[in-house]
């Protein structure tokens, strides 16, 4: 979660009821998988996975130790079953864990997750893969070091980020992305007769299949365990400068280059751009601030729901102009609030400064009691609030800078087009350093992070959907950006192959390890080695395929298939009166 997820706001209506922003408590996300006397059903947080199929499968297995985990592996493979493994967060966007619906079996980390052994003389830790991210976090604080790289979300696990290439954000040292702060790991690999069926394999950093096992997509083994580089305990100072957005990605790599974990958000209807100055300064430092993500409070299951209802309001009235009236209020609540950096109890001022763990990472909707049933993430399904798409491409800094000039000159043609993304906090940007994970990023690169509405019934066309669809094709078409292989939807894999240099080996890694194909699944299959296409009616609305006909957008509803307006190879499904 990514995801770094971040929530739309509605301000104005906030102000009215007189309620608070946040609140103390929430109830706590469901658990990802449910299950009755037929079978069960694995789900994300958002309650939707990108072709709205529903995850079934015929058993699920909670080990609580490594040799539990090898023996779920064991029996797998003994009995012939594909297997994929799941942690007790399940933020992923596309259906990595998803295994085949018969002859599979479904293991889940939820329960594994009780080893955090802290090495303060060799400044590492060493974690169980379904470890929560904040509890690390909080066991290495506690004993004066720090985690240098997080995502911008905490609601995940250790073996999550790592298996899907998570990130924060820096150019500097070891870079954002926390795979490549990993010393080492264990991993269960599938085995022979003569080797119980399964085996754990240890792997440093430098052995033949450790560039593999760091960004695996889950699909070499099941991490088991994962020892992480430390540094000595420090404090971050962030303020947020807000700008109008001429000419701002003249500034991103002199941003990029003088502060640590710089990031940018671009509110392109709004013609604004907030850059984050965010430095590292020693653990005396004075402030005790927290970053308390807006989009991460807890939210009223009420205020959710209504926020959702304007949006579909809007959308079906076809009312651009109602979602700039939220958007400009969404920035202003945002300048007010500081984006949730708070000094102590509240925000007073620029600087904050915090410790690491307070600062790096957020997700305070997660944390909650089981009684409260008032509150909870805005985007979690119970409360039929916010519902998305979340996009995140990676890009070559040069080609970057000539995605953001074609995003420029689609905005200027009718900025109001761009008030709904504007909504979800912008276009939030990032930066990871170039990785010697296969899957990882082959060169130091740009992460362009947005989300943007989706409609209840998959049948339904957007608002605005052909400018979303042709800002994705210039993204990954034009521009070549990477996916985040834990987030967007299907048209953002097309040729990922041709994409990353180590890919071939990567494959090769694969079948060393996983000769039998157990753990591949139908996601990789379809989506990544492109084995199958969907060309059914209505399937680009969901991203499901880039349109050629008519038919794959809705012609009864008035969206016909036509070209890009600032990049006239795109295919988008436009709204057309006549």
């Not at 996975?49 to 995850?55: A, H, I, L, V």
């Not at 440093?204 to 070499?220: E, K, T």
């Amino acid at each position: 979660m990514t995801s770094p997820i971040r929530a739309l706001l509605l301000p104005l209506l906030l102000v009215v009821i007189g309620s608070k922003p946040f609140f103390t408590s929430a109830k706590p996300p469901a658990p990802p998988v449910s299950c009755n006397v037929t079978g069960c059903v694995l789900s994300n947080a958002y309650g939707a996975w990108g072709d709205r199929s529903e995850c079934w499968v015929r058993s699920v297995v909670y080990p609580r130790n490594e040799e539990e985990l090898r023996s779920a592996v064991a029996e797998a493979n003994r009995n012939n079953l594909k297997a994929k493994v799941v942690s007790g967060f399940s933020h992923a966007i596309p259906r990595l864990a998803c295994p085949p619906p018969e002859n599979s079996v479904l293991i889940s980390t939820a329960k594994y997750n009780t080893r955090i052994e802290v090495d303060v003389a060799g400044r590492t830790v060493t974690a169980d893969s379904g470890v929560g991210l904040r509890d690390l976090i909080d066991k290495v604080e506690a004993a004066g070091l720090s985690l240098v790289a997080s995502t911008y979300w905490e609601g995940v696990s250790v073996g999550g980020i790592i298996s899907t290439g998570s990130h924060g954000s820096s150019w500097w040292g070891k870079g954002g992305a926390v795979h490549d702060h990993v010393v080492s790991l264990s991993m269960v690999i599938p085995a022979g007769e003569s080797e119980g069926y399964a085996k754990v394999v240890r792997l440093l950093r430098g052995d033949p299949l450790f560039n593999a096992a760091s960004v695996s997509l889950g699909l070499l083994g099941i991490i088991s365990q994962v020892t992480l580089s430390l540094e000595p305990s420090f404090k971050r100072s962030i303020t947020y400068s807000f700008h109008d957005d001429d000419s701002f990605q003249d500034r991103l790599l002199d941003v990029a280059r003088k502060h640590e974990f710089a990031d940018l958000t671009w509110f392109p209807s709004q013609h604004k751009v907030a850059f984050r100055f965010d430095d590292r300064v020693p653990s005396n430092a004075s402030g005790d601030g927290i970053n308390d993500f807006i989009g991460f409070r807890p939210s009223l299951m009420a205020v959710s729901a209504a926020i959702r209802a304007t949006e579909k309001g809007y959308e079906e009235s076809r009312n651009s102009r109602g979602k700039c009236v939220t958007a400009a209020a969404e920035l202003a609540y945002r300048r007010l609030a500081a984006n949730g950096l708070k000094n102590n109890r509240i925000f007073t001022g620029y600087p904050v400064v915090g410790r690491q763990g307070k600062m790096q990472t957020s997700g305070s909707c997660q944390h909650s009691p089981e009684a409260d049933s008032l509150s909870m993430c805005a985007w979690d399904p119970r409360s039929k609030g916010l519902f998305f798409y979340e996009t995140t491409a990676i890009f070559s800094p040069p080609k970057f800078m000539d995605f953001i000039h074609d995003v420029m000159q689609l905005r200027d043609l009718k900025p109001e087009n761009f008030c709904g993304v504007d909504n979800y906090n912008g276009f939030l940007i990032r930066f990871i350093k170039k990785s010697d994970a296969l899957l990882g990023q082959p060169e130091d690169s740009i992460v362009l992070d947005f989300n943007y509405y989706r409609a209840d019934d998959p049948s339904t066309p957007r608002l605005n959907q052909d400018v979303w669809e042709e800002v994705e094709q210039m993204a990954f078409m034009k521009h070549g950006a990477r996916p985040h292989w834990a987030k967007n939807r299907r048209v953002a894999f097309l040729g990922v192959h041709r994409k990353y240099p180590g890919f071939s080996n990567f494959l090769a890694a694969k079948n060393q390890s996983d000769p039998r194909g157990m753990f591949q699944n139908p996601w990789w299959d379809i989506v990544v080695s492109a084995q199958g296409s969907n060309t059914g009616n209505g399937c680009a609305l969901e991203g499901q395929c880039i349109c050629a006909e008519d038919k794959h957008c809705s012609p009864s509803k008035g969206y016909l298939c036509r070209p890009g307006l600032v990049y006239k190879e795109a295919r988008v499904c436009r709204y057309t009166t006549g």
